[in-house]
C-alpha cells in the first residue's frame, strides 16, 4: 500500500512552459485535493474532487486545470507556467467522509519557474 | 467564511520543557479540527484529530490537543518535547458542509534546544 504518490519530486520549468504533476493513490479515496504551500503561508487549495468526473475549484485555481477520470489519479495542469507558480504542490486524499476525515498526504513536488 | 489562525509563527523551546501551540478557527458549525506535523521536505503527518465526545483527545508521538468551544480554540500540547519534534505544525479545520474542503493555519515551526 503506497498510499499517495506524486512525481515528478523536483521541476524547473521556464516561463510560458506547461506541465503535468502527476498524483495516484492507492487506497481507493473519493476525495483528492491539490495545494499549494508557499514559506510563510501554510496550504492553500487549488481544485479538489469528490469522485471520478468531478472536480471544484479551491481557494486558489488560477493558472491551473485538473481532472479525474478514474478514482485513483488526479493530476494537475499547468499550462503557462509563472514565476509566482513557485511553489511546493502537494496532493492529498481523504475517504468518503471528505472535510470529516483524515487527509493522506503525497511527498510533495518541488517547482521552479524561472 | 472559515480560516484557522496560529498566532506564533516560531517557537523554540528547549529539550524536555513543555510545550503548547495554538490554535483558533472560525467556522460556523461544528468543526473538525486536525493538527498535522511536517518534517522538511516531506510531506503533512496526522497527529491527532478532533470530531466529538472528549474534548482532550490523544494523538501520536505524546502529543495532545484540548478542544474549547467557547474559545475557538484547538492548541497542541506535549508535556516533554523531544529534539525529534523540530519540524513545522499545521492546525486544519474540516469542513464537511462547505464542499468537503480543509483550511489550514500558516504553521508554526518548532526548533528545539538541546
Known amino acids: ?114 | 467564511a472559515q480560516s484557522v489562525t496560529q498566532p506564533d509563527i516560531h517557537i523554540t523551546v528547549s529539550e524536555g520543557a513543555s510545550l503548547e501551540l495554538r490554535c483558533n478557527y472560525s467556522y460556523g458549525a461544528t468543526p473538525y479540527l486536525f493538527w498535522y506535523v511536517q518534517s522538511p521536505g516531506q510531506g503533512l503527518q496526522l497527529l491527532l484529530k478532533y470530531f466529538s465526545g472528549d474534548t482532550l483527545v490523544q494523538g501520536i508521538k505524546g502529543f495532545e490537543a484540548e478542544f474549547k468551544r467557547s474559545q475557538s480554540s484547538f492548541n497542541l500540547r506535549k508535556p516533554s518535547v523531544h529534539w525529534s519534534d523540530a519540524a513545522e505544525y499545521f492546525c486544519a479545520v474540516g469542513a464537511p458542509l462547505t464542499g468537503n474542503q480543509f483550511y489550514f493555519g500558516t504553521g508554526t515551526s518548532l526548533t528545539v534546544i538541546p
Open chain 1, 1 to 114: 500500500n503506497a498510499g499517495v504518490t506524486q512525481t515528478p519530486k523536483f521541476r524547473i520549468l521556464k516561463i510560458g512552459q506547461s506541465m503535468t504533476l502527476q498524483c495516484t493513490q492507492d487506497m481507493n479515496h473519493n476525495y483528492m485535493y491539490w495545494y499549494r504551500q508557499d514559506p510563510g503561508m501554510g496550504l492553500k487549495l487549488i481544485y479538489y474532487s469528490v469522485g471520478a468526473g468531478i472536480t471544484d475549484k479551491g481557494e486558489v485555481p488560477n493558472g491551473y486545470n485538473v481532472s479525474r477520470s478514474t478514482t485513483e489519479d488526479f493530476p494537475l495542469r499547468l499550462e503557462l507556467a509563472a514565476p509566482s507558480q513557485t511553489s511546493v504542490y502537494f496532493c492529498a486524499s481523504t475517504g468518503t467522509g471528505g472535510g470529516g476525515e483524515t487527509q493522506y498526504f503525497g511527498p510533495g513536488t518541488r517547482l521552479l519557474v524561472l
